[in-house]
């Protein structure tokens, strides 16, 4: 995915929201929405979040967890043992440029991408992951 020479300046910053494509193929439009929770040995760990909502702006976002009992995604927060079933993405820095597409999505307190960045979003081509539509 072809970036914008603003966008590839970013950097990875603990506590940003990043666009993540499932794959480095150019081809891949769809992205999941992660928050940077932590950068260690050269490997960025991403918190998955996700919405049910086709539209964009009005999509809100939640951590995405995945059932240890019968593998399914939602953002319905389990009773028990929540942080284990999050999902968490690993990727290593050298690689990361093949995945990320965007470094610094701002989000509004309701969890909604701020407009600026759906525009940004636009430009390069990219739509979000939909739970039970465009992600298992």
Same mark, same amino acid.
């Given at each position: 995915?072809?970036?914008?020479?603003?966008? !590839?300046?970013?950097?990875?910053?603990? =506590?940003?929201?990043?666009?993540?494509?499932?794959?480095?193929?150019?081809?891949?439009?769809?992205?999941?929405?992660?928050?940077?929770?932590?950068?260690?040995?050269?490997?960025?760990v991403?918190?998955?979040?996700?919405?049910?909502?086709?539209?964009?702006?009005?999509?809100?976002?939640?951590?995405?967890? !995945?059932?240890?009992?019968?593998?399914?995604?939602?953002?319905?927060?389990?009773?028990?043992?929540?942080?284990?079933?999050?999902?968490?993405?690993?990727?290593?820095?050298e690689?990361?440029?093949?995945?990320?597409?965007?470094?610094?999505? !701002?989000?509004?307190?309701?969890?909604?991408?701020?407009?600026?960045?759906?525009?940004?979003l !636009?430009?390069? =081509?990219?739509?979000?992951?939909?739970? =039970?539509?465009?992600?298992?």
């Open positions: 995915m072809a970036m914008h020479k603003e966008m !590839q300046e970013r950097k990875l910053v603990v =506590g940003n929201y990043v666009a993540l494509c499932d794959s480095a193929d150019p081809e891949d439009d769809h992205f999941h929405l992660c928050k940077i929770v932590e950068i260690e040995d050269n490997v960025a991403l918190l998955n979040y996700a919405t049910f909502s086709a539209t964009l702006r009005t999509a809100r976002f939640s951590i995405m967890y !995945q059932s240890r009992h019968n593998a399914r995604y939602t953002t319905e927060r389990p009773t028990i043992n929540a942080r284990s079933q999050e999902v968490i993405d690993k990727v290593n820095l690689e990361a440029e093949d995945f990320i597409d965007h470094y610094d999505i !701002q989000m509004t307190a309701k969890m909604r991408i701020k407009a600026k960045c759906i525009r940004q !636009q430009k390069l =081509g990219l739509k979000h992951h939909v739970l =039970g539509k465009t992600f298992p």
